[in-house]
């Protein structure tokens, strides 16, 4: 199904908000199809991918394929707990890259700690364009992320 969407997505030019939140069954596959369609302009302003059980490999290939989207203003990325340092490391590269459109993004209740604030932060250092980043609900977070 997830293989289907993607596919359907990519000939997509009405479509702006898709909320796939809670979807924890889809698979690397399809997983894999659908950040293929995110690398190219899909019209997709606002795009919901919470509590969807995504692991490093697929955070990984989700934030690469931002890099390249233009359209994308606002991403949902809460309650993903497989995501360890490294998958989020992908985000900090994300948040670097000057062509990014997004405003809003919104980690919350995620497994992120002091050594990814820090990196976050440092990444977003030259960002202009993000208005929102939302860290609320890691207690692993502490004065040192802060």
Request: glycine residues 6%.
């Amino acid at each position: 199904a997830a293989v289907d969407l993607a596919n359907s997505l990519s000939q997509n030019r009405t479509l702006k908000k898709l909320n796939l939140c809670g979807n924890r069954s889809v698979a690397t596959r399809g997983w894999m199809a659908f950040s293929t369609v995110l690398q190219t302009d899909s019209r997709l302003a606002a795009l919901g991918l919470s509590d969807c059980n995504i692991s490093n490999e697929v955070a990984v290939m989700i934030a690469t394929s931002l890099t390249n989207n233009r359209s994308l203003r606002l991403l949902s990325f809460s309650g993903n707990l497989s995501i360890t340092a490294t998958g989020w490391a992908a985000f900090s590269t994300l948040f670097q890259n000057p062509d990014s459109r997004l405003v809003s993004i919104h980690l919350c209740r995620n497994n992120i700690g002091d050594e990814v604030a820090v990196s976050f932060a440092t990444s977003l250092a030259n960002n202009r364009r993000l208005e929102i980043l939302d860290l609320s609900g890691n207690p692993s977070i502490t004065a040192v992320g802060w």
